[in-house]
Structure formats: structure tokens, C-alpha cells
T-cell receptor, first 110, second 116 residues
Framework: DAKTTQPNSMESNEEEPVHLPCNHS???????IHWYRQLPSQGPEYVIH???SNVNNRMASLAIAEDRKSSTLILHRATLRDAAVYYC???????????FGSGTQLTVLP | GAGVSQSPSNKVTEKGKDVELRCDPI?????LYWYRQSLGQGLEFLIY????????KSGLPSDRFSAERTGGSVSTLTIQRTQQEDSAVYLC??????????????FGPGTRLLVL
């Protein structure tokens, strides 16, 4: 699977929007962009995924650049419970396992 | 509905002993995955099952590690002759069907293994 690059850490104030960036310049046409997050002492949790178009669900929004070489996970109103490591993962059609990078540690300040 | 469950939640063992870790996937999920996460490290893929078959065992770190799945449901990861470097959180995940960009994996809470 192609590689992703994320900032090691980010901070946000509670109740403010958070934009978590991910670069994936070597993405192929069949790679889906997935986001998972891992809260402290828990297993990873699916957040959202997309292919080309922007996506919204109850947890977050995913904005995908037109050339698909980058994407942004948007938490519209950060809460203290959103403090976690956020992973951006590319998954091809033939892939089975998830390949996690180092992710972005999000700190939410009260 | 019930999520992925794992047992035990914590396991402390002595070097050289064998351990068995259990995973109960979400009912109806045909695909099951094992990962491990060492302290301060990312998640490392170990093995996945499609039904009771394991098409990809490439992530198993040594022949001391084995896994099986019976009845297309419960899976057991066995570590023989445990070593201190086996200490990690072992995570299980399941999905309705295996892989591909459209599938979501649902993770269990993990088993924290400490080898003394």
C-alpha cells in the first residue's frame, strides 16, 4: 500500500473544529482513503473512508483533494473524548490487512 | 449489537510458557484479523482468516506463533515458549468480508500480554 504522511501531533481547543491533514502523493487510482482513531487503552475505531468525493458521517467529514494526493479529516466540534491518535490509511482493492503508520496524536484542550 | 470481544483482557506469564489468546468476532463477519501493538509502537499485522482458512500468515513473527479459527467464528492465537519481546497488546478485528477498500474493520479491546 502507498505511504501516508501525517503530523506527529496537533492541539485543538474544545468545541472548535479540527482539521487533520494527510499527504499521500503516491496514491493509486484504486486506493481508498480510510481514517481510524485509537483512544487511550482501546483498540482502533473506524472513523470514515472515501475514494474521490468528500464524505460526511456522524463522526466526521473527509475532504479529498481533487488530485487525491492529500486529504483532511474534519472534526466539526472537538470534544475531550476526541483526544486520540488518528491514522490515515490507504487501502487498495486487493489489500486485506490495514497498514498503520505513526498517526497524529490529537490533544484537545478544555 | 455485540462488538468484537477478546479474552483475557490481561495476561501475565513467565518466559518459556505457552499462552492462548481468544477472539470472538462480530456475528456474521467472515474475515478475522490479528494485530499486535508493542509499547509506543504502531500496529503490526500478524494474520488474517477468511472463514476458517488463513490465506495470509506473512505477519507471524516466528514459528512460535500460530492461530486457528473454528466454525468460522472464534479464533485462538497461540504463542509457544513466550519471550519477553512478545510483550504487547494483541488486537483482533473482524469485517463482514475480507479486505478491499470498502471494508471496515471492527477492533476488539485487545489482550495485554506481559512476559516476565
Amino acid at each position: 500500500d502507498a505511504k501516508t504522511t501525517q503530523p506527529n501531533s496537533m492541539e485543538s481547543n474544545e468545541e472548535e473544529p479540527v482539521h487533520l491533514p494527510c499527504n499521500h502523493s503516491t496514491i493509486s487510482g484504486t486506493d481508498y482513503i480510510h481514517w481510524y482513531r485509537q483512544l487511550p487503552s482501546q483498540g482502533p475505531e473506524y472513523v470514515i473512508h472515501g475514494l474521490t468525493s468528500n464524505v460526511n458521517n456522524r463522526m466526521a467529514s473527509l475532504a479529498i483533494a481533487e488530485d487525491r494526493k492529500s486529504s483532511t479529516l474534519i472534526l466539526h466540534r472537538a470534544t475531550l473524548r476526541d483526544a486520540a491518535v488518528y491514522y490515515c490509511i490507504l487501502i487498495s482493492g486487493s489489500a486485506r490487512q490495514l497498514t498503520f503508520g505513526s498517526g497524529t496524536q490529537l490533544t484537545v484542550l478544555p | 449489537g455485540a462488538g468484537v470481544s477478546q479474552s483475557p483482557s490481561n495476561k501475565v506469564t513467565e518466559k518459556g510458557k505457552d499462552v492462548e489468546l481468544r477472539c470472538d468476532p462480530i456475528s456474521g463477519h467472515t474475515a478475522l484479523y490479528w494485530y499486535r501493538q508493542s509499547l509506543g509502537q504502531g500496529l503490526e499485522f500478524l494474520i488474517y482468516f477468511q472463514g476458517n482458512s488463513a490465506p495470509d500468515k506473512s505477519g507471524l513473527p516466528s514459528d512460535r506463533f500460530s492461530a486457528e479459527r473454528t466454525g468460522g467464528s472464534v479464533s485462538t492465537l497461540t504463542i509457544q515458549r513466550t519471550q519477553q519481546e512478545d510483550s504487547a497488546v494483541y488486537l483482533c478485528a473482524s469485517s463482514i468480508r475480507p479486505g478491499g477498500g470498502q471494508e471496515t474493520q471492527y477492533f476488539g479491546p485487545g489482550t495485554r500480554l506481559l512476559v516476565l
